[in-house]
């Protein structure tokens, strides 16, 4: 089994997409994994296809600073001690136009949930990682996070957010044992367009128009490849492209 074999995870944004590509990769390497988000029927299935007692579906939205905070104290007993922190979710509500076609609401939510929301979940976690002097937290950024582009304003800033944040993390705590990854893909076909415009023909037409696109999975591996390395080995950054779009 490896190395994460009775390791304990949190993955925000964990009912869809890379999150839940996460999950079930976690759990197949003997991890229990507290699987959250806001939809809960989303979390439940993503437990129903996984071994029992493995996976906690726990509702938390990133944005709610009471409830994160008080994460640690909400968690049932066994499932306290968290080793491995993903940062997943995040959104671009609203994104692909130029930035004065977007509305204040769209960019702030962008910002709350990519940047603040992971914040405050790395803030409720770390005390507890740094006290026992192991553990690992993987950010979720994107290749905007390194490369700005036109008609992505706020998404992008957010995941330059996400970038410096993970850089200086790990300056802040290096010595401590907490290990800090970043995870820098391109396109992955996700309900991530769904929730960029609500509109289900407009996604699918995006990622039919990218059939090179990443998987979830190819972003679930490189996570389990950060994870599995020996304690003296910090994987700082992993950029993910389409090969055919490098
Ligand atoms: N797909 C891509 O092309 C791509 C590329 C680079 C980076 N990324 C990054 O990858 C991460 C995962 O995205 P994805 O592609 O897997 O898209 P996705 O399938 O839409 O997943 C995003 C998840 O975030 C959750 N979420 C959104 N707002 C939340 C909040 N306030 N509190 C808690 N959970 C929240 C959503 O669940 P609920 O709505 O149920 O809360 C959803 O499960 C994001 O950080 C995204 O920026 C994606």
Not at 15 to 30: D, E, S
Request: net charge positive; hydrophobic share 40%.
């Amino acid at each position: 089994m490896g190395e994460l074999f009775g390791k304990l995870a949190l993955i925000t944004g964990a009912g869809t997409g890379i999150g839940r590509a996460v999950a079930r990769g976690l759990a197949k390497n003997g991890c229990r994994v507290i699987v959250c988000g806001r939809r809960l029927n989303r979390l439940q299935s993503v437990a129903a296809s996984l071994p029992d007692k493995s996976i906690l579906p726990f509702v938390l939205d990133v944005k709610d600073s009471a409830a994160v905070d008080a994460l640690p104290q909400s968690l049932p007993k066994e499932w306290k001690q968290i080793d491995i922190l993903i940062n997943n979710a995040g959104h671009e509500v609203g994104g692909r136009r130029r930035f004065g076609e977007g509305t204040a609401d769209e960019w702030a939510a962008i910002l709350e949930t990519n940047v603040l929301g992971l914040f405050r979940v790395t803030r409720a976690i770390l005390p507890d990682i740094v006290a026992r002097g192991d553990g690992h937290v993987i950010n979720i950024g994107s290749v905007s996070g390194l490369r700005p582009g036109a008609t992505r304003t706020a998404y992008s800033a957010s995941k330059h957010a996400v970038h410096g944040f993970s850089e200086s993390l790990r300056m802040d705590y290096a010595g401590t044992g907490l290990r800090v990854t970043e995870i820098l893909p391109g396109i992955v076909k996700t309900d991530f367009s769904l929730a960029r415009w609500g509109n289900v023909a407009r996604a699918k037409k995006f990622y039919d128009s990218h059939p090179e696109a990443l998987e979830p999975d190819d972003i679930a591996e490189s996570i389990l490849y950060a994870l599995r390395q020996p304690k003296r080995v910090n994987v700082s950054q992993v950029v993910l492209t389409q090969s055919s779009m490098p």
